[in-house]
Nanobody
Framework: QVQLVESGGGSVQAGGSLRLSCASS????????MAWFRQAPGKEREEVAT????????TYAHSVQGRFTISRENNKNRLYLQMSSLKPEDTGEYHC????????????RGQGTQVTVSS
């Protein structure tokens, strides 16, 4: 059973930064795609950022473009999300996800880490 465990969440003021980390119990080298999603109260789950196996191809939600950076270290079995210039609307629970497939169906998801941004 694959386990993904997020860490690094917390409370920060607007304009601040956080770095989220996701540790995998399985070699991340096995995952074609990895991603970060977020869920805010009363809102639908949003795909925040994705990264392919090589780490070179990334995508971002328009709302975080230029402020967030997704990266992965397959030799450490970790996925990261560097978040800068945080806004109150970035508040939510952030989950990492992984896919074995190149069509990026995310079979595995972590329990999440809470990010709260105050104005």
């Amino acid at each position: 059973q694959v386990q993904l465990v997020e860490s690094g969440g917390g409370s920060v003021q607007a304009g601040g930064s956080l770095r989220l980390s996701c540790a995998s119990s399985e070699p991340t080298d096995n995952f074609y795609c990895m991603a970060w999603f977020r869920q805010a109260p009363g809102k639908e789950r949003e795909e925040v950022a994705t990264v392919d196996h090589s780490g070179r191809d990334t995508t971002y939600a328009h709302s975080v473009q230029g402020r967030f950076t997704i990266s992965r270290e397959n030799n450490k079995n970790r996925l990261y999300l560097q978040m800068s210039s945080l806004k109150p609307e970035d508040t939510g629970e952030y989950h990492c996800a992984a896919s074995l497939y190149n069509w990026c169906e995310y079979t595995y998801r972590g329990q999440g880490t809470q990010v709260t941004v105050s104005s």
